[in-house]
């Protein structure tokens, strides 16, 4: 059975695949340090049960609220910069990218 949590458990790490996937989202070393520690500090308001996830909806929500700015991927741009075509692209490519992660694809 997987184990519920309200903090990030204290012996989880960040797989090789999930730090390629913060480092394809533009994050520097640096920064997926600081945000490791900031997620470890994190008191979640309900159940959780997949730390992957809460990672990386953490990433996704740091950049999205301008918690960090990826310094590596210069080809991101915040959803408020994009065209409904640019997000409708954006969208698939990101479909894509979690599928390939997940190893569907």
């Known amino acids: ?3 519920k949590f309200y903090f990030i458990p ?3 790490q960040l797989s090789a695949k999930l730090l390629k996937w913060t480092k394809d989202m533009g994050l520097s070393d640096k920064q ?3 945000q490791l520690e900031l997620i470890g500090d994190h008191q979640y308001k309900r159940m959780m ?6 990672w990386r909806n953490w990433i ?10 990826p310094t ?10 994009l065209s409904p075509e640019q997000r409708k692209q954006d ?3 990101a479909v894509a990218q979690m599928a390939e992660y997940r190893g569907r694809k």
């Open 32 to 34: 997926i340090a600081e």
């Open 91 to 93: 969208a698939e490519k």
């Open 49 to 54: 049960m997949r730390p992957d996830a809460c």
């Open 60 to 69: 996704k929500n740091a950049i999205k609220w301008e918690h960090v700015t």
């Open 1 to 3: 059975m997987t184990q």
């Open 10 to 12: 204290e012996n989880w």
């Open 72 to 81: 590596v991927n210069k080809e991101y741009r915040r959803p408020a910069e």
